[in-house]
């Protein structure tokens, strides 16, 4: 119950003063364990396409000609050919430049192209028996250079050194009733080839290295008969034109039969009749029991 006296209420002040000094940060913790492998990324884009490739080539880059034992007599018409030019697989040989890189001339010859690409040779008066030269094509400003070569290949002594002759022993030995074969021919296409029986022939050497077979006459020479009757097929002792096949076989068949024979096979120059090579052949069939 007041009594009409006033009365007071004490209020308290506190005050808080900072830390003179703070505590330090603790030492760090273990590295926790690697975490499991994320998903693989998706596949970049694809980079841009490169350029292609330019390339350049002769159709035909050396050549031969048949020519007389002096030189003359060449035909120039096949020795030409085209410097083709790609783009990728595309043939861009029109859209370049062509050009011969000079000497375009060389010992009477001379080389043209033209701005298809398209070179040729003319000169009646070649005193060399080789020459080279070189072709170019610029493209894409690219410069491209391409050598060309020519050679003669003479006929009569010149060839002489350029001709392999094969000979040797050829034997076949077989037990009856088979037929034993010891064949040799000089072919057409300028190799020398044996029998292996059965029609069939095989490859043993080259006997042409220049000119065509036309150019040359061949034969079998000198026989001399140790067994048996001799070769059959083509003449013996006779030269003969070597534009076709020439074959010569021994063959035998009953039991302790042989034919053994031996031979010079030649071969001349058609026209100078100079002969050109030789050498020493063995032909032996043998049928044993």
Do not use: C
Request: glycine share 14%; charged share 15%.
């Amino acid at each position: 119950m007041s009594t009409g006296a006033p009365w007071w209420r004490r209020r308290s002040t506190v005050t808080w003063t900072a830390p003179s000094e703070l505590v330090s940060d603790g030492a760090d913790g273990a590295t926790g364990a690697t975490g499991a492998t994320g998903p693989a990324g998706s596949d970049g884009s694809d980079g841009t396409d490169g350029e292609d490739a330019i390339n350049t080539a002769l159709t035909n880059p050396a050549h031969v000609v048949n020519a007389a034992a002096d030189g003359t007599g060449y035909s120039l018409g096949s020795a030409g050919g085209t410097h083709q030019v790609t783009d990728g697989d595309t043939d861009v040989t029109a859209s370049a430049t062509h050009s011969v890189v000079a000497p375009a001339t060389v010992n009477g010859l001379t080389m043209s192209v033209t701005s298809a690409g398209v070179y040729s040779l003319s000169g009646g008066s070649w005193t060399g028996d080789s020459a080279t030269f070189t072709l170019r094509a610029v493209f894409g400003g690219l410069t491209f250079d391409k050598t060309y070569t020519i050679a003669k290949a003479k006929a009569g002594a010149a060839a002489q050194q350029r001709i392999s002759a094969i000979g040797g022993n050829i034997s076949d030995v077989v037990t009856v009733p088979d037929t034993a074969y010891a064949g040799y021919r000089i072919s057409s296409d300028g190799k020398v080839y044996r029998n292996i029986g059965g029609g069939s022939w095989i490859e043993i050497g080259t006997w042409l290295l220049t000119g065509s077979a036309s150019d040359y006459q061949v034969g079998l020479f000198s026989e001399d008969i140790q067994q048996g009757s001799g070769a059959s097929g083509a003449a013996v002792g006779s030269w003969l034109s070597a534009s076709s096949n020439r074959d010569w076989n021994v063959e035998a068949t009953n039991a302790g039969n042989s034919d053994i024979v031996t031979y010079v096979p030649r071969w001349r120059d058609s026209v100078t009749l100079e002969v050109l090579g030789e050498t020493s052949l063995r032909l032996e069939a043998t049928a044993d029991v």
